[in-house]
């Protein structure tokens, strides 16, 4: 099974900081990669799809770039709404893995 | 609308059997995968399952940890998409969600819990 590892766990964070988190996968998944937001009760929302595609209806201060085996995720001005945790996903090979999360805190 | 809602949480004791549903409307059912993703209590998300569409001959696809107990299978007439979960575990416990597509999921039920204790 492919591993996807994010980086920080739990981060930290001001209204309007710029926040990166990382991922990184355990071999070559091209840009199979996709990032979730979810808030506590709720489901997983897709933001991010194909490593750097913005899904319709998601401001553009998210952001996602990379292939192969390392991936980034960049809100560039964190507003309180982005409260959240962050996950990304990997759908290149069978079984589909998440990272562990990303809580980020304001 | 595209919807999903996912039915069938229970408390079950270990051993025992439980079938999740998912009821979708709002799309052409057999044209779409349907995943089940669960997330245990205060943890991650997990991908458990895929069930492909029928075009795609509606075979399934599992992760390691549920493979040999739990069981996918769709009903394309009613929009419905199933879990079949057998010799349930205390790890078992969970959020299980439905999630509509193959890479990408823009659509995903409400979540339903399993909680499986004696």
């Known amino acids: 099974d492919i591993q996807m590892t994010q980086s920080p766990s739990s981060l930290s964070a001001s209204v309007g900081d710029r926040v990166t988190i990382t991922c990184q996968a355990t071999r070559d998944i091209s840009n199979y990669l996709n990032w979730y937001q979810q808030k506590p009760g709720k489901a997983p929302k897709l933001l991010i799809y194909?490593?750097?595609n913005l899904e319709t209806g998601v401001p553009s201060r998210f952001n996602g770039s990379g292939s192969g085996t390392d991936f980034t995720f960049t809100i560039s001005s964190l507003q309180p709404e982005d409260i959240a945790t962050y996950y990304c996903q990997q759908f290149d090979n069978l079984p589909y893995t998440f990272g562990q999360g990303t809580k980020l805190e304001i | 609308e595209v919807q999903l809602v996912e039915s069938g949480g229970d408390l079950v004791q270990p051993g025992r059997s439980l079938r999740l549903s998912c009821t979708t409307s709002g799309f052409t059912f057999s044209d779409y995968a349907i995943n089940w993703v669960r997330q245990a209590p205060g943890k991650g998300l997990e991908w458990v399952g895929l069930?492909?569409?029928?075009?795609?001959?509606?075979?399934?696809e599992y992760a390691t940890s549920v493979e040999g107990r739990f069981i996918i299978s769709r009903d394309d007439s009613a929009g419905i998409a199933s879990l079949q979960m057998n010799g349930l575990k205390a790890e078992d416990t969970a959020v299980y969600y439905c999630?509509?597509?193959?890479?990408?999921?823009?659509?995903w039920g409400q979540g339903t819990l399993v909680t499986v204790s004696s």
């Open positions: 999630a509509r597509g193959y890479g990408a999921y823009k659509y």
């Open positions: 194909d490593g750097s």
């Open positions: 069930i492909r569409s029928t075009p795609y001959r509606g075979t399934t």
